[in-house]
């Protein structure tokens, strides 16, 4: 089933190959110094199963040496990790601490030294605690912070970085967390989520002007797509269809792109919008330099017979699926790539920045048998070659994630690593979707 059949000679020579981590997920908050963050205070309020959190994780923050030889060794080229705000900033504002910036440094250097671009998101989610106390996303001034923060990032490591994202899936930082309740805050109001849904992109337009007043780097942010598929023709469940679509992936591409918000999810949003939020387009969309996709998988979405906003249920194809329990279709990546080509830029540069899938995988005799992911990753290379040869700028594809690691509301039950973490004893075993992938890329 998971035979080798496509090779790095199918993709141009400047398309880059990498692995992709994010920091609350793999650093251990309780190792260095850092300040709380937002998920800490979920995590100890119950928000993730098995009251799990980060406070070891994959202890990274120890083990980054060995973690980079994993990534140089598979024959990648690129890094893909994030900056944990409360590292740098406990409070989300002041003097950065040293112990934090010290860290980076030795990340992004140990990039370099390894002959690995480091491509670095500024925020993968963890606001720190003080600034959440404070109404957090669901207020401007937060957007303001981050600014400060990017700016600090940026003019310390901005002319070692190959490309800096702003935001990662911003969906997820705001209706995901605000309104769905499913990450931290956890909060399931409808003014909260739509407050998040502009202030999150404030950041990013308020984050991308700091680091243009930093330094040269490639800068960009990082939007998650989730394919919205559709079983009827019935018009309520067209426009529970389009409002998911609306919400979850033009929100965010229409604003950066266009400078507008999509006019079916306005008639919903407008009554809870900032006052003011006309003023903050600008910034918002401004130009940027690349943009990350990550992508995972498709929904069937309906009427969900509630005539409450926002009308949709989702319900799975008959396709395999993941251990999350989510569906593998290829075709949706390749779409939204055409999507983002035709409708919103043709020459922006595109990165797939992650794409990857949970299993239960065990470790047997040494060796992790991860066939399915090794079929996954080949059929979702094959949807960006496809997209490459339709005429798509796609420049680089990041498997997510290098290592088992904490899977947010999942915490550590769900595994996506390419490489195998034993979190009693931080033991690292590489998958056989890991060889694949090195074989691939160095034969
Ligand atoms: O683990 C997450 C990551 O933090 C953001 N994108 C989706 C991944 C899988 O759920």
Redesign the pocket.
Known sequence: MSGQHISRQEFPDDFIFGAAT?SY?IEGTKLGTAGPSHWDDFAKRGGTVNNSNGDIACAHYEKWPEDLDLIKNAGMTAYRFSTAWPRIQPEGKGKPLTDGLDFYDKVIDGCLARGLEPHLTLY?WELPLALSEKGGWQTGDTAKYFADFAAIIAGRYGDRLSSIATI??PWCVAWLSHFLGHHAPGLTSLEAGVKSMHNILLAHGLGMEAIRNECDVNAGIVL?MEFGAIDSDKDEDIRARDLFDGIYNRWFIDAIFKGTYPDNVMEYFAPHMPEGWQEDMKAISQPIDWLGL?Y?TRNFISDDGTGVFPFAKSHKGDLPKTSMNWEIYPEGLEFFLNRISAEYSKDIPIYVT?NGMAWHDNVIDGNVEDDLRCEFFQVHLEAVKSAIENGVNVKGYFA??LLDNF??AFGYEER?GIVHVDFETQERTPKKSYYMLQNMLTS
Do not use: D
Request: no cysteine; glycine share 0%; proline share 0%.
């Open positions: 994010s997920q993968h990662n899936e998650n990550n995972y992650e997510w994630s899977e947010w996506f």
